[in-house]
């Protein structure tokens, strides 16, 4: 149990386009979903909280016009990276709570903008 | 924020070894998560531990909340185990989100 799907696992864009990653949770419920971002040998960094239903609330430094979260319903959440530069290449990963409060993550999207 | 410290940064051990990683934070927590990222960055969970010990197969974790530390251990190490280990926590107040460690670069040498 405690599966979350991302979609799509890659992504190669132009510049100034706009990108739509999916990610579910298949087997449970979440009212609570995360996207974070990772560079390569780097840590994750998260980017904002989604919460089913309402607005996300982003972190510091992140830019919220930019990356468009949507959280319509208990079992998906959308990350779109809007007007995509080269700089927002990169490595995105979603995680979902489960109802054991643990979090289960996706196996991420690496997005490249050429 | 709460700060997450993982040690040593780099690992490079023989197959059938044993480690011990550790990771040091510096507030109460509520959740604390070891992971696995695989080489295709995949993060699998390996514990869900804010307090106390558990076992799963080769792998066991102890998390001391009062000392603020927890430590997983691999016995018999096998090259499969090679890839990034995160510790990620939760603070007990504040907002409910997973701060990463810098993570444990494991590599096991046949």
């Known amino acids: 149990g405690a599966v979350v799907s991302q979609h799509p696992s890659r992504v190669i864009c132009k510049s100034g386009t706009s990108v739509k990653i999916e990610c579910r949770s298949l087997?449970?419920?979440?009212?609570?979903m995360f996207w974070y971002r990772q560079f390569p040998k780097q840590s994750l960094m998260l980017m904002a909280t989604s919460n089913e239903g309402s607005k996300a609330t982003y972190e510091q430094g992140v830019e919220k016009d930019k990356f468009l979260i949507n959280h319509a319903s208990l079992t998906l959440s959308t990350l779109t990276v809007t007007s995509a530069h080269p700089e927002d290449s990169s490595f995105y990963i979603c995680?979902?709570?489960?109802?054991?409060?643990?979090?289960?993550f996706g196996p991420g999207t690496r997005l490249t903008v050429t | 924020g709460i700060q997450v410290e993982q040690s040593p940064p780099d690992l490079i051990l023989q197959e059938g070894a044993n480690s011990t990683l550790r990771c040091n934070f510096s507030?109460?927590?509520?959740?604390l998560q070891w992971f696995h990222q695989n080489p295709w960055g995949q993060l699998i969970n390996l514990f869900y531990?804010?307090?106390g010990t558990k076992q799963n197969g080769r792998l066991s974790a102890t998390t001391v909340a009062t000392e603020r530390y927890s430590l997983l251990y691999i016995s018999s190490s096998q090259t499969t185990d090679s890839g990034v280990y995160f510790c990620?926590?939760?603070?007990?107040?504040?907002?409910?989100?997973?701060?990463f460690g810098q993570g444990t670069r494991l590599t096991i040498n046949p």
């Open positions: 995680s979902a709570r489960g109802p054991d409060y643990e979090q289960y």
């Open positions: 087997d449970f419920q979440a009212t609570t």
């Open positions: 531990i804010p307090s």
């Open positions: 990620a926590v939760e603070r007990s107040r504040g907002a409910q989100k997973l701060v």
């Open positions: 507030d109460s927590v509520n959740n």
